[in-house]
């Protein structure tokens, strides 16, 4: 059975930082997708970033790029969020989700992933 457990979550000002993490276990794949994915107070869940396994390649959406980064640990079967320069608008509560690779890349879309995990809260004060 497929386990996600994120944490790492909190309060923070803007212009702070939080990494987060999410361990993965029972996969039988070892090569995978692990996507990050927020959802705020009456909006849509989005994808912000993503990470192959094999190889790390990275993706991230247009709103993080340059202030998010996604990696990896396999030993630990864990993948970690490291969020910079957080602004209000980030506020939400943070998903991992594991799916697979489809055209060569790992897209950032809810639809993409099959296994999610529980859940942690940012909430990023002005």
């Known amino acids: 059975q497929v386990q996600l457990v994120e944490s790492g979550g909190g309060s923070v000002q803007a212009g702070g930082s939080l990494r987060l993490s999410c361990a993965a276990s029972?996969?039988?794949?070892?090569?995978?997708?692990m996507g990050w994915f927020r959802q705020a107070p009456g909006k849509e869940r989005e994808g912000v970033a993503a990470?192959?396994?094999?190889?790390?390649?990275?993706y991230y959406a247009d709103s993080v790029k340059g202030r998010f980064t996604s990696s990896q640990d396999n030993a630990k079967n864990t993948v970690y969020l490291q969020m910079n320069s957080l602004k209000p608008e980030d506020t939400a509560m943070y998903y991992c989700?594991?799916?697979?690779?489809?055209?060569?890349?790992?897209?950032?879309?809810?639809?993409?992933?099959?296994?999610w995990g529980q859940g942690t809260q940012v909430t990023v004060s002005s």
């Open positions: 989700a594991a799916g697979q690779l489809y055209d060569r890349t790992c897209y950032l879309s809810t639809s993409m992933y099959n296994y």
């Open positions: 990470i192959y396994t094999a190889g790390g390649i990275t």
């Open positions: 029972g996969y039988a794949r070892s090569r995978y997708c």
